[in-house]
């Protein structure tokens, strides 16, 4: 071969191993990442349509950190945004969730977001599953006990798929600061389907928290048996796009109660508390015995 023919061949081999690693590079990073300022946008106050005093639930606030208050610590967050979820919708909304936490004392640090790669989590058509239950031999519509067995399991499949598949990332971030307690926050365009069957299994559902100590109070308990959660930091999901449309507000409240769960908190029936199951929609309150509790969670991993 002479020498300029080397030479294209060379710039042909170099352009095929470009190329092809790009290809790779494009097959095993299905999640593209987000740059971090895109999603740091201003802590945006709260419309607060509704705010409660101090006290509406018998037992006031401990004092926020903003009025002297003591600073309960930091916690970090890896952010995953659903497909059709704009970065600018999510920044408005972790600016809210923030403006919420920060005069309570804890800071929000973002450390890695991501887009899903799959459309939605949750989205499951009413007739894929319906589908998958019929093959099964079992009635879709019906109630029986098999029924909504079978449908918690393939209704929990792919949660427990995503966070077998999110372990090994979120391993990392924890190996790389192992004293910071980690959140993954899933914000999805929708929860679930509008003809889904986890519509029908799942009424009313908002977000969901999902933790190893099994915090899943939103699920009915045959579907908390049927998830076995594999090893994971704890993850809320919410929907960006229902939320807003059940009422303003309601987007927010439910972001900071998964949050509430995530670290550690159950649910308290106290109208006007943060952890009620059905918190009020503007600035909900924690209370004090609650700031304990995150306290000595965020101290116990070492903040
Ligand atoms: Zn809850």
Do not use: K
Not at 247 to 273: F, R, Y
């Amino acid at each position: 071969m002479s020498a300029p023919n080397r030479r294209v061949w060379l710039a042909a081999l170099a352009l095929i191993v470009l190329l092809g690693g790009l290809g790779l590079h494009l097959l095993f990073d299905p999640e593209p990442s987000i740059p971090l300022a895109r999603l740091s946008g201003p802590a945006e106050t709260l419309e607060a349509a509704c705010v409660l005093a101090p006290g509406a639930d018998g037992s006031p606030e401990e004092r926020p950190a903003s009025e002297g208050g003591a600073r309960l610590g930091r916690i970090r967050a890896r952010i995953l945004l659903g497909q059709g979820v704009s970065e600018e919708a999510a920044s408005r909304q972790l600016g809210r969730l923030r403006a919420y936490i920060e005069p309570r004392g804890l800071e929000l640090e973002l450390i890695e977001a991501r887009r899903l790669p799959i459309r939605a989590l949750l989205e499951l058509e009413g007739n894929s599953l319906d589908a998958a239950l019929e093959a099964q031999w079992l009635d879709p519509r019906g109630d029986g006990g098999a029924e909504r067995e079978a449908t918690a399991a393939l209704l929990l499949a792919p949660i427990r798929a995503f966070l077998e598949a999110q372990a090994e990332a979120s391993l990392e971030l924890e190996r790389r600061a192992p004293q910071e307690p980690l959140v993954q926050i899933v914000l999805l365009h929708r929860i679930s389907g509008i003809a889904s069957i986890a519509r029908r299994i799942l009424p009313g559902l908002r977000g969901l928290a999902i933790t190893s100590e099994g915090a899943l109070e939103e699920l009915p308990a045959e579907l908390r048996q049927a998830l076995e959660v594999p090893e994971s930091p704890p993850t809320i999901f919410v929907s960006m796009d229902d939320l807003p449309r059940a009422g303003s507000g309601i987007l927010d409240t439910t972001l900071m109660h998964e949050l509430g769960h995530a670290l550690g908190l159950t649910h308290v029936e106290l109208p006007g508390n943060l952890m009620s199951a059905d918190p009020q929609r503007c600035l909900p309150h924690l209370n004090a015995s609650q700031r304990a509790s995150l306290r000595s969670r965020l101290e116990a991993s070492g903040r």
